[in-house]
């Protein structure tokens, strides 16, 4: 699979290998597409039944998908690798607070775009192997207004569990996407992480 971005072609394969760079395996693993597709599942159905849940008000929803994307994302994962090489020049301080704003901006940001849609239908479809470690998981979701999505869902197995680490919306990566947002924001910052942080800070605040 080829993914789109700002003009560029990259493969589904490159950002398999510089995410498992970034996370190497402690050890042997066995990787289960059927384990990937059950805990998708298990995420549709829970996503679903939130967003059909009329006793909800738009902020306890909200909060629901804060709880669900807490559990089936992996946002540190998700957070190192959109910050590319500036993580190894990061100190602990830094990294520490910038996976913590990351994780809130990623909440933020599509939690309440989420809790805020409709949707009809959530399905998964079929999964096959990514590289060494992860799964990628195809899905179609159907809109209140008829529109089609087709998701594609990078997993990993961290923890008994299987986790998203990335999101392919009509070809356009979300960790690839963000990382070349961030990229931008921290060259013009020197390669400063400080200033990306307080970015983050604000727009979820």
């Known amino acids: 699979m080829n993914l789109v971005l700002s003009g560029s072609t990259v493969s589904s394969d490159e950002i398999g290998a510089q995410l498992a760079a970034i996370a190497p395996a402690a050890g042997p693993e066995v990787i289960n597409p059927d384990g990937a597709i059950l805990a998708l599942k298990q995420m549709s159905h829970d996503a679903v039944a939130i967003l059909n849940d009329a006793q909800l008000s738009h902020g306890n929803r909200t909060a629901k998908f804060h709880g669900l994307m807490k559990r089936d994302f992996d946002m540190p994962l998700m957070a190192r690798f959109a910050l590319g090489r500036h993580w190894k020049r990061a100190d602990a301080q830094q990294r520490t607070a910038y996976v913590e704003a990351f994780s809130k901006f990623l909440l933020h940001n599509y939690a309440t ?93």
């Open 113 to 205: 775009k989420i809790a805020g849609a409709k949707l009809v239908r959530f399905d998964v479809l079929k999964a096959k192997r990514a590289g060494k470690r992860d799964v990628m998981v195809q899905s179609r979701v159907v809109r209140g207004n008829g529109q089609v999505l087709k998701l594609v869902w990078r997993m990993r197995q961290r923890g008994g569990q299987y986790r998203v680490i990335d999101v392919v919306a009509e070809g356009i990566s979300l960790a690839l996407t963000k990382r070349q947002e961030f990229a931008a924001i921290l060259k013009a910052n020197g390669g400063n992480v400080a200033p990306l942080i307080v970015r983050l800070r604000h727009i979820s605040a």
